[in-house]
């Protein structure tokens, strides 16, 4: 379900500027993200394919990598832009690795170089039922 509040446009410049970055050289489809960490700072990051398609890296999973590197453990909001006919969501994989590190009302915007708008989900819309740490505590 799209959330109403207005994402930060800020990441959105953000994970557009840093898209041409890609390493995209077998599928063509170069992805940006960036994310505010609860530090205040934006980590920014591309995917980066591999002959080994399993052995890529997703640019959500790479801007987690950065804010986690840098001390910070906490996703306030997230920005993903590429070049698709509508906005691009998330993996399932970077869907779950957001998750570890986002709250419920985590705004997530999925972005498109084209004209369209971005369409903005909390975390809880994009994953309703992720695996949590408190899944594996006892009794839980």
Same mark, same amino acid.
């Given at each position: ?11 959105i410049?953000?994970?557009?500027? $840093?898209?041409p970055?890609?390493y ?6 170069a %992805? @940006? ?14 995917? %980066? ?14 801007? $987690? ?5 840098? @001390?910070?453990?906490e $996703?306030?909001?997230?920005?993903? $832009? ?6 691009v969501?998330?993996?399932g994989g ?7 590190f986002?709250?419920d009302?985590a ?20 994953l ?8 594996m505590?006892? @009794? @839980?």
């Open positions: 379900m799209p959330d109403e509040r207005k994402p930060d446009p800020l990441l410049e953000a994970a557009a500027a $840093i898209r970055r890609a995209a050289p077998y599928s063509g489809f %992805v @940006g993200a960036a994310l505010r960490g609860a530090d205040g700072q934006i980590y920014q990051a591309v995917n %980066v394919e591999n002959a080994a398609y399993p052995q890529s890296i997703c640019a959500e999973a790479g801007a $987690i990598a950065a804010m986690v590197a840098a @001390g910070c453990t $996703i306030l909001e997230i920005a993903v $832009i590429a070049d698709s006919p509508s906005p969501a998330p993996c970077c869907r779950q690795k957001m998750r570890e986002a709250k009302d705004l997530i915007t999925m972005a498109t170089t084209r004209s369209r708008a971005p369409l903005t989900m909390r975390m809880v819309d994009l309703p039922v992720g695996f949590v740490k408190s899944a505590e006892e @009794g @839980g």
